[in-house]
């Protein structure tokens, strides 16, 4: 449900390909000369110089950039999503305009052209991406330095950042000019926003082309409420999926060793104590705790994994039922 941003992936990714291996002579329509702007009014190649990238490495790394960002296509909607990227493609292209002549008139550093391409809106869906997505640890190196679902994102864009002498005013401005467009200064986002005619036209016009049908492979899960229950949902389903893909190699390696579960190295204080209490004197009815209740749903779920009703029996009593110690102690004895 983002025909968008597959568009911008695909389409301006080809052009740029096909540019730097078939027609190279071609390139010099997509520099974004800012002197031929400047003096010549060769307004054109505004548009093709900050649409079409000539390096493959910023392709490259402004498509995984995209293809991340799709996020928010997913979230507003399509027009939302192009007016973000419409009104950040205006107010970074005057910004690169005002910065340039800010580096010459304070640093004296004269700058006749910028590196080209869909960079401007790419900085910018860094605004919304570091305010509205949550921050999930993954890993954590050396006891320090945490690893977000985040981190490969602000890693690209460091890398994309770094491709250039002068991409760092292409950064700024976008930056900046998302700053403008998410926090509404001057009401921009009501100005700079694509029509809705526009939008309908391009809905039934290109948006065949490029939506994709809704995978059949994947397990339907419920939407919930908020960004949070969603992906606390999404987390859940890959655990329960590494969990049945572990059950399924612990079956495996039963069946090759042609053995049970040994209950002995599950619980073995639980088992001596049993058994001492039985060959000293027989359990008192003050020391031997009640029996614990056993939920049938959470029995149901280890036996959907491939245990038996037995096996799931003591486990869940053992671990004063909850579901997952005694999925642990079941995959790892």
Known sequence: KAPLSKSLLLVPSAISILLTLLFQHYQ???????????????????????????????TFCSSLLIYNFRIFERRYGSRKFSSFLLGAWMLSALFDLLLVEVAQYIFGI????????????????????????????????????SITNKTLV???????LTSGSYIWILALSGLVSGICYNSSILKVHRILCVPSWVAKIF????????????PTNEVRVGMGATVDIQR???????????MMSQVAQMRRQRQQQGGMINWNRL???????????????????????????VSEEQVARLMEMGF??????EALRASNNDLNVATNFLLQH
Request: glycine fraction near 6%; aromatic fraction near 12%.
């Open 154 to 160: 602000y890693i690209l864009g460091l890398q994309l």
């Open 308 to 313: 038996s009703r037995g096996d799931a029996l």
């Open 267 to 293: 619980f073995p204080p639980l088992r001596h104590r049993h058994n001492a209490n039985y060959q000293d004197h027989g359990p008192s009815e003050q020391d031997t705790p009640p029996p614990t209740e």
């Open 232 to 242: 606390q949902q999404r987390m859940e389903l890959l655990d329960r999926q590494i």
């Open 28 to 58: 010099k329509f997509f520099a974004y000369n800012l002197q031929a702007i400047k003096e010549d009014f060769q307004i054109w190649r505004l548009v093709c110089g900050r649409t079409i990238c000539l390096d493959l490495k910023d």
């Open 203 to 214: 809905s039934w016009t290109l948006e065949p082309i490029f939506s994709s049908a809704e």
């Open 110 to 145: 004269t700058i006749n052209s910028l590196p080209s391409g869909f960079l401007g809106p790419v900085f910018a869906l860094f605004v919304p991406f570091y305010s509205s997505i949550p921050r999930v640890q993954v890993a954590q190196v050396l006891g320090h330095f």
